[in-house]
């Protein structure tokens, strides 16, 4: 694959990210910043800029650690994953486009301050040298934003160091009669502004030393247009009479014009037109580069990769890019769009933030040469900042923005996913992280012992049945010398009065306690044997769990049919209910179980490892960890899964072996028991059953359910939901 020639030292990185910060933001929107915020509109420019610091540290970061085309799209895809790489990438894109496009528009008002000329003819003639002149190559875009700028900002020093005598402190008074809704409204507003100050690591492939070059050119282009902002913003307010440039298109010239005279008229207008056509091709330049990067990561048809022979551009995406801008000139009203996207330009720094932490997080190779501080505050603060100004971009702006955002998804959906099999580096990161907590959760259970089980008979099972179940809650206590509770729960109809004649034993019941008393002597531990009579035999049950205080209720369980899921089986409703622990149990025989499987997606919930581990070691058995393949999984994703299964195994106390099963039901040999975490929500579990795409084991499943406190709460539940 070829690559980009590095030939951008760094007064073309700062050129191009000053150049792609100083047009619109001081030239336009000081005027409109103005009628929302009055004077104050001063500390509105300060307080964005400050905003942008997270967002241009995090950038610069990541661009020396990752100096490749692409910037924005680059960062959150390698830490994000490729769904939301491709929202940013199209998303930032467009945002770049459109920018430019108003940058184009925006400065005719200026120069028909000195011609009589049609506005988009002359916007689409700029557009088109401007497209030329990227098209011929980096490098001499570099120069030219060079040019650009040092002649721009000559204007506009003259105009700020020229004006400020003039500053009447009256203009100033009622300073804060906005408000904070104002200052923060005005905020959102201007914050666009600074939004190219990250526009450099977009062609960050092309630059010269991007480890010293590219935070230089982010940070010290960042510090220069804030002062630069505040400055002129500052001489605009005290030299117009208050309110006098609230709405103007000019509004820069026209306190040159009260100060300067027509001198400073002729200087802010060649100053504006400057900024706004360097605003244009920065914005040409590393916007291209979105689809460029995007294409060598199959996120976009392979012929926007393509690097011309000739230029040594990507000239297929300089097209595309300039066809996308003249468009918007021609057909669209393009300040209403830049506001939108705008507003997803302020989602996008949020999710920079983000990516670091992924980044930082996460187990990728990250070695940047340049490191942000104040970690991992600064990036947190980037983020709540960035959520809080969104709210204040007005509704259009926001449903313009989960526009572009669907139409994202909807492209990742049709072109990407079928292409792409990549994950992000945060995802891994919250893998590992949910992966640590379970392993914590079950180093913690193991020393909770299992002291009394009481073992619900709900129904006729027979004397096969009856052994399995009084077994296997054999196995459970006694390791701690605990006790078997064996129960026939019996139900009598409403109408029917409980009388003394329902408390004699049949000959059932003393068979019954016959056969589970010498249960307790073949097996080694104490069993209890009693019967009950009740109108609700699930009330019952949860009644004796508590009266006995006992630390599980075991039971059995038919999880595949659906109307004793949702009707008619009282014990999904004792699982919502117990004071304790409930094993359900789809009872296909227990006879000293050597092969023990704890299946499950994700980590195994700690009372499903410790019924594995009890039932494996009672019967010198070994445990298989079973977790569901496919056969286009990332190497990542099985990378981390391993790392934790094979933590896992160190705290047990039996043999343990991680076996992939393959979801179209081949698997290697027949366990003995299966043990597995229950689903968190019934109804759904009973229509869809949640149990992982393993084949049918063919032998007892035990199903846990902890009691209520012991439970993941809903964010560690959506969370691993997520990430495995």
């Not at 298109?249 to 706004?276: C, H, K, M, R, S």
């Not at 000739?310 to 057909?331: D, K, N, Q, W």
Request: with cysteine.
């Amino acid at each position: 694959m070829k690559e980009l020639e590095r030939d951008l030292g760094l007064p073309s990185v700062l050129a191009i990210s000053i150049g792609a910060m100083i047009g619109s933001g001081i030239f336009i929107l000081p005027a409109l910043a103005l009628g929302i915020a009055g004077p104050l509109v001063v500390v509105a420019y300060l307080l964005a800029g400050i905003l942008v610091v997270p967002a241009a540290l995090s950038k610069s970061e990541m661009a020396t650690a990752m100096p490749e085309a692409g910037g924005t799209y680059i960062y959150i895809e390698r830490g994000m994953g490729p769904l939301l790489g491709t929202i940013a990438g199209v998303g930032t894109w467009f945002s770049l486009s459109f920018k430019g496009a108003l940058a184009l528009v925006g400065g005719v008002p200026y120069l028909l301050l000195l011609f009589d000329l049609p506005l988009k003819p002359v916007a689409l003639g700029l557009a088109a040298l401007l497209i030329l002149v990227n098209v011929v190559g980096a490098k001499q875009t570099g120069q030219l934003q060079l040019g650009i700028v040092v002649v721009m900002l000559a204007a506009l020093g003259w105009f700020a160091a020229g004006s400020a005598p003039a500053v009447q402190s009256a203009n100033y008074a009622n300073f804060f009669d906005a408000g904070l809704g104002g200052l923060l409204a005005a905020t959102g507003l201007v914050f666009v502004s600074y939004a190219g100050v990250t526009k450099v690591a977009s062609v960050a492939e092309e630059v010269e030393d991007p480890g010293r070059n590219i935070p230089l050119g982010i940070l010290g282009s960042l510090a220069f247009t804030t002062v630069l902002y505040v400055a002129i913003v500052a001489v605009l307010v005290g030299v117009t009479d208050p309110g006098s440039v609230a709405g103007s298109l000019t509004p820069v010239a026209v306190a040159a014009e009260q100060t300067l005279g027509t001198a400073g008229v002729y200087a802010v207008i060649g100053a504006a037109i400057l900024a706004l056509v360097s605003t244009a091709n920065a914005g040409i330049l590393s916007s291209s580069r979105y689809p460029f990067a995007m294409s060598r990561d199959d996120l976009a048809p392979p012929s926007l990769s393509t690097i011309s022979e000739r230029f040594g551009t990507p000239v297929a995406s300089i097209t595309l890019t300039g066809a996308v801008l003249l468009v918007l000139i021609a057909f669209v009203p393009i300040l209403e769009i830049a506001k939108l996207a705008s507003a997803f330009q302020i989602l996008v720094f949020a999710l920079i933030n983000l990516a670091v932490v992924a980044f930082r997080e996460g187990e990728a190779e990250y070695e940047p040469e340049f490191t942000s501080p104040l970690y991992p505050w600064m990036q947190l603060f980037g983020v709540v900042a960035g959520v809080a100004l969104l709210t204040q971009m007005g509704t259009v702006a926001l449903v313009g923005a989960v526009v572009i955002t669907v139409a994202s998804i909807g492209w990742y959906l049709v072109y990407v996913r079928p292409r792409v099999d990549r994950e992000g580096t945060a995802r891994d990161a919250i893998r590992r992280q949910v992966s640590r907590s379970a392993l914590t959760d079950v180093a913690d259970g193991q020393s909770e012992p299992t002291h009394e089980v009481l073992v619900a008979l709900t129904k006729d099972v027979g004397p096969d049945r009856e052994r399995s179940l009084v077994a296997l809650a054999a196995d459970l206590v006694r390791p701690h010398d605990g006790r078997v509770v064996a129960v026939r729960f019996e139900e009598v109809p409403d109408q029917a009065p409980l009388t003394e004649e329902m408390t004699v034993q049949s000959s059932s019941d003393l068979s019954f306690e016959t056969r589970v008393t010498e249960l307790g002597a073949e097996f080694g531990v104490d069993v209890e044997a009693d019967e009950v009579v009740s109108h609700d035999t699930k009330h019952a049950i949860v009644n004796v769990a508590a009266d006995r205080e006992v630390d599980t209720v075991l039971a059995e369980h038919e999880p595949l049919r659906l109307r004793s899921r949702l009707f008619g089986d009282p014990i999904d409703w004792v699982v919502r209910h117990a004071p304790c622990d409930v094993l359900l149990v789809d009872n296909l025989g227990y006879d000293r179980p050597q092969h023990v499987v704890l299946a499950g997606v994700g980590p195994y919930d700690p009372l499903a490892v410790s019924v594995a581990e009890t039932v494996a070691r009672a019967n010198d058995g070994r445990i298989s960890l079973w977790y569901p393949v496919d056969s286009d999984a990332p190497d990542q994703y099985r990378a981390t899964v391993g790392e934790y299964q094979s933590d896992l195994s160190s705290l047990l106390s039996v043999p343990v072996q991680s076996t992939p099963v393959r979801t179209d039901g081949g698997r290697e040999t027949r366990p003995d028991v299966v043990v597995r975490r229950g689903a968190d929500h019934r109804l759904r579990s009973a229509l869809f059953d949640e149990r992982p795409a393993f084949p049918s084991p063919q032998c007892t499943t035990v199903t846990v359910y902890p009691t209520q406190s012991e439970r993941p709460g809903l964010l560690r539940r959506l969370l691993e939901r997520l990430v495995f």
